[in-house]
């Protein structure tokens, strides 16, 4: 139904409908291969979630003009998961066939990538299918063991044309980005069936802070051949609880919808070694004072981790303990964002005195961490400097939570007649 579309497409210029008949020939090449894609465009997607009432309610509506495909762009661009194509060479053969000029962009599978092996399998990341004076950017998006979709940086070989397509435009890869699996919704757009995220706003929303780090596997096998991991039953034992403490409290936060980071020295560990820190015995955690919900101590008290204990207050200083199973805590900070510093408080509950530990301004990215999607911060040697000083390589056993920390300062002390309220331990 191409020609009565263009039909009622008067006035639309040629470059408009361009774009609409290069992306209705992708989809078609695609659906003759049986490859199921779905529509990311940040800026189409922006464009449907005006009218997504009307999208969704109408399924087949035949919209009187190119609404959404005529959109001025350089790409469209679709995801594709890896799991549902077996990457299929007849589709390059279809796709030049109708006149398509594609490139493929592989690099080293992450997945593989473990403490034991950087096999350096390569898997392919991102297609790009040309056609005329438009193209289609196909992510390919893989599953995580943290029940994640990922999807890897678009990075051009040597030998590649780097004049192909302007891939400074692109929306997705210059950096990896991490998701949940969307749930999505067939629609009717522009006459073209297409599959879209079920709720656009949230997925554009998501795409905003979806960047990703990788864990330094390199950099954790060099120090663990200067320092040989301990491999005690205690060690194992240990990682083991940690492990499931923060599952644990991963899931209650996430339940509540409050943001998290690692910190301290769970973060330190991921960062150093891609591991829980064996000799820590608790796991930390950061949270922006912004995000504090009073529901936080109940919903984890519900989920079996009782209150130990709880300093400070929402203005200042606050800072909650929770028994995890076994002798491992979980320490969760509040963080207070001033104009050019962010900090975190403690106390000493036997003199009332107040501590600051002062970090350079972060932002949050993604990482996957014991088979788990969790944030940390993405400035994350700064982070870890700050906290631990120049020497954070070092593994230190004995350490002053009031003295050791590279960042700490006294700040007074509580007045006692708030102790009572500023100084709980359960």
Same mark, same amino acid.
């Given at each position: 139904?191409?020609?009565?579309?263009?039909?009622? #497409?008067?006035?639309?210029?040629?470059?408009?409908?361009?774009?609409?008949? =290069?992306?209705?020939?992708?989809?078609?090449?695609?659906?003759?291969?049986?490859?199921?894609?779905?529509?990311?465009?940040?800026?189409?997607?922006?464009?449907?979630?005006?009218?997504?009432? %009307?999208?969704?309610?109408?399924?087949?509506?035949?919209?009187?003009?190119?609404?959404?495909?005529?959109?001025?762009?350089?790409? +469209?661009?679709?995801?594709?998961?890896?799991?549902?194509?077996?990457?299929?060479?007849?589709?390059?053969?279809?796709?030049?066939?109708?006149? &398509?000029q594609w490139l493929k962009i592989i690099n080293k599978d992450p997945r593989l990538d473990g403490m034991d092996?950087?096999?350096?399998?390569?898997?392919?990341?991102?297609?790009?299918?040309?056609?005329?004076?438009?193209?289609?950017?196909?992510?390919?998006?893989?599953?995580?063991?943290?029940?994640?979709?990922?999807?890897?940086?678009?990075?051009?070989? %040597?030998?590649?044309?780097?004049?192909?397509?302007?891939? #400074?435009?692109?929306?997705?890869? #210059?950096?990896?980005?991490?998701?949940?699996?969307?749930?999505?919704?067939? =629609?009717?757009?522009?006459?073209?069936?297409?599959?879209?995220?079920?709720?656009?706003?949230?997925?554009?929303?998501?795409?905003?802070?979806?960047? &990703?780090?990788?864990?330094?596997?390199r950099e954790a096998r060099a120090f663990f051949q200067l320092y040989p991991d301990d491999a005690s039953l205690?060690?194992?034992? &240990?990682?083991?609880?940690?492990?499931?403490?923060?599952?644990?409290?991963?899931?209650?936060?996430?339940?509540?919808?409050?943001?998290?980071?690692?910190?301290?020295?769970?973060?330190?560990?991921?960062?150093?070694?891609?591991?829980?820190?064996?000799?820590?015995?608790?796991?930390?955690?950061?949270?922006?004072?912004?995000?504090?919900?009073?529901?936080?101590?109940?919903?984890?008290?519900?989920?079996?981790?009782?209150?130990?204990?709880?300093?400070?207050?929402?203005?200042?200083?606050? @800072?909650?303990?929770? %028994?995890?199973?076994?002798?491992?805590?979980?320490?969760?900070?509040?963080?207070? @964002? @001033?104009?050019?510093?962010?900090?975190?408080?403690?106390?000493?509950?036997?003199?009332?005195?107040?501590?600051?530990?002062?970090?350079?301004?972060? +932002?949050?990215?993604? +990482?996957?961490?014991?088979?788990?999607? *969790?944030? =940390?911060?993405?400035?994350?040697? %700064?982070? *870890?400097?700050?906290?631990?000083?120049?020497?954070?390589?070092?593994?230190?056993? +004995?350490?002053?939570?009031?003295?050791?920390?590279?960042?700490?300062?006294?700040?007074?002390?509580?007045?006692?007649?708030?102790?009572?309220?500023?100084?709980?331990?359960?």
């Amino acid at each position: 139904n191409g020609a009565a579309f263009s039909k009622a #497409r008067r006035g639309q210029s040629s470059q408009d409908s361009t774009r609409w008949h =290069v992306v209705r020939k992708f989809l078609g090449l695609i659906s003759t291969h049986n490859i199921p894609v779905y529509l990311i465009d940040p800026l189409i997607l922006g464009l449907v979630d005006k009218d997504i009432e %009307q999208i969704r309610s109408s399924p087949d509506g035949p919209s009187p003009e190119c609404k959404y495909f005529c959109a001025p762009r350089d790409f +469209t661009t679709f995801a594709l998961l890896d799991k549902t194509w077996k990457h299929d060479v007849g589709l390059f053969k279809t796709a030049e066939k109708m006149g &398509f000029q594609w490139l493929k962009i592989i690099n080293k599978d992450p997945r593989l990538d473990g403490m034991d092996d950087l096999s350096g399998m390569e898997i392919p990341l991102h297609y790009i299918f040309k056609l005329a004076s438009h193209a289609i950017h196909l992510v390919v998006f893989y599953e995580r063991s943290g029940n994640f979709l990922w999807h890897g940086p678009l990075r051009l070989k %040597q030998h590649m044309d780097r004049k192909f397509v302007p891939f #400074r435009k692109l929306h997705f890869g #210059r950096y990896p980005g991490a998701y949940e699996k969307p749930e999505l919704l067939l =629609v009717s757009i522009d006459d073209l069936k297409v599959q879209i995220p079920k709720n656009p706003s949230s997925f554009l929303e998501e795409m905003s802070h979806s960047r &990703f780090l990788e864990c330094r596997y390199r950099e954790a096998r060099a120090f663990f051949q200067l320092y040989p991991d301990d491999a005690s039953l205690d060690a194992v034992e &240990f990682r083991k609880k940690a492990k499931s403490l923060l599952h644990l409290a991963a899931g209650t936060l996430n339940n509540l919808g409050v943001k998290f980071w690692l910190s301290s020295g769970t973060c330190l560990g991921w960062y150093r070694q891609c591991n829980v820190i064996p000799h820590s015995k608790d796991v930390d955690l950061g949270i922006f004072i912004r995000d504090y919900k009073a529901d936080i101590i109940p919903a984890f008290q519900k989920a079996g981790l009782p209150l130990k204990h709880k300093f400070g207050k929402v203005e200042d200083s606050l @800072e909650l303990s929770f %028994q995890g199973e076994g002798d491992v805590k979980l320490d969760i900070f509040f963080f207070y @964002e @001033e104009d050019d510093h962010i900090w975190n408080g403690g106390t000493q509950a036997k003199s009332g005195k107040k501590f600051k530990y002062l970090f350079p301004k972060f +932002t949050l990215c993604w +990482t996957e961490f014991v088979e788990l999607k *969790v944030h =940390v911060p993405c400035e994350t040697l %700064q982070y *870890v400097e700050a906290n631990y000083g120049p020497e954070w390589k070092v593994p230190v056993k +004995t350490w002053d939570w009031k003295s050791s920390p590279f960042n700490v300062q006294d700040n007074g002390i509580w007045p006692i007649d708030e102790w009572d309220n500023v100084i709980q331990i359960y």
